[in-house]
Nanobody, 120 residues
């Protein structure tokens, strides 16, 4: 059974840092790309960052230079380090192993979601 378990997140003031972690089980971590998505209240879900199993990384323009993905293959874990947080980063964050990075399916493996709140 494929499972993604997220941890981290929480509340922080603008300019601060938070980290998210996502542990994958049930699939060989080294074979799959993984993505971090977020959905703010009243907004559509968006792809924030992604990592491939061949070392490539993607970052949305809104987080480029502030967020960093780290893949720890020894622990089947993907981390998202978020620096210089802004109030607009407030959202529910989800990790996923998407069949299609840009149009992930609800049937893809998803984490349970974790809340990030950034205050002024």
């Amino acid at each position: 059974q494929v499972q993604l378990v997220e941890s981290g997140g929480g509340s922080e003031e603008a300019g601060g840092s938070l980290s998210l972690s996502c542990v994958l089980s049930g699939r060989p971590f080294t074979l799959y790309a993984m993505g971090w998505y977020r959905q703010a209240s009243g907004k559509e879900r968006e792809l924030v960052a992604a990592s491939s199993n061949i070392g490539t990384r993607y970052y949305a323009d809104s987080v480029k230079g502030r967020f960093t993905i780290i893949r720890d293959e020894s622990k089947n874990t993907q981390h998202l380090r978020m620096n210089n947080l802004r109030p607009e980063d407030t959202a529910m964050y989800y990790c996923a192993v998407p069949s299609d990075l840009w149009t992930p399916s609800p049937s893809d493996p998803w984490g349970q979601g974790i809340r990030v709140v950034v205050s002024l």
